[in-house]
């Protein structure tokens, strides 16, 4: 009995303690919170990159699906390159 009235008291004073700070943080309520346009004054322009730029920037990776299944059977991690 003795166990569970400190674990009673234990629980109240933690739930005291959340409640004091939620009460002293003034952080109680959203009316803070400034209503913004969308984009908040950004300025820019987007655009789709063109083959040449994905060319250039992305390594090309094979798609050999039973070269990288050979390679798993055999207990090997799947390579890019030629030798199988």
Do not use: C
Request: overall charge positive; charged content about 15%.
């Amino acid at each position: 009995m003795d166990g569970s009235v400190t674990l009673i008291i234990a629980g109240m004073l933690m739930i005291g303690i959340l409640g004091a700070v939620s009460y002293f943080s003034n952080n109680m309520t959203l009316n803070n919170i400034k209503s913004k346009t969308v984009g908040d004054g950004q300025h820019g322009t987007a655009r789709w990159a063109t083959s040449k730029e994905i060319m250039r920037i992305y390594q090309h990776v094979p798609f050999t699906p039973q070269k990288w299944r050979g390679q798993a059977k055999e207990g090997h991690a799947p390579t890019v390159g030629d030798s199988f």
